[in-house]
């Protein structure tokens, strides 16, 4: 049996082993800044996309068959948003999210889905070029793009972060997601976003995490056979 303490209770131990499963090119990377604010140790197991995420043992673990994944003793846990809420939760030390009687755990959660949801859907949807008729907007769970970056917008005026006054989560969710959109031209820029995501950025563990994934992504570019003169 297990100690009787808060651990059980919570169904982890603080020895239980926690296994990345990623790809540095990918939704990988939010997690992976997740797990260095964490500060928690921690393995990698790289997903390459030509055999990796499709496997029959990877499957068994992701039936999607998509990275991120992360394993903790017995929790299987997928989907960045999930993630991120599971990490902030398991490792309550690391000062990620609200207190689970606080009040401020209501806009907490209402940021962290807002990233798994309408973010997610109208960036999806602009890199696929899809648009609806304006009559039909009310349909979709993220209405349109239009309305998805107002109320990001106004959710960041004359803030540091979304919640509360200190760093969580959800901020680096809804920011990792900012980052991504505006580099890639799903997200409009905004001075306001440029700001909060500059911010955040500059986090140690953000720096950490990027020097890492880019590591990875330079060595496996050197293995590569080069072509011949
Ligand atoms: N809803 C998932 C999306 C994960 C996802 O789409 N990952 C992509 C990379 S960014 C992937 O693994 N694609 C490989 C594939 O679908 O074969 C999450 O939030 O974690």
Redesign the pocket.
Known sequence: MRAENGEQQKGYAMTDKLVFYT?P????R??RWMLEEVGQPYETVL?D?ASG??SPDYLAINP??????IVHGEAVV??????CAYLADAFPQANLAPAPSSKLRGPYYRWLFFA?GPI?QAAGAKTMGWEAPPERKAMLGYGCMEDVINALDGALQGREFLVGDSFTAADLYVGAHLGWGMSFGTLEKRPVFEAYVARLQARPAAVRANQIDDGIIAAQQQAQPQPAE
């Open positions: 790809n090119m990918s939704r990988g939010i997690v997903i996309w995420a499709k999607m068959g998509k990275v991120p994944t997928t989907e960045c948003g999930a993630i798994a997610e």
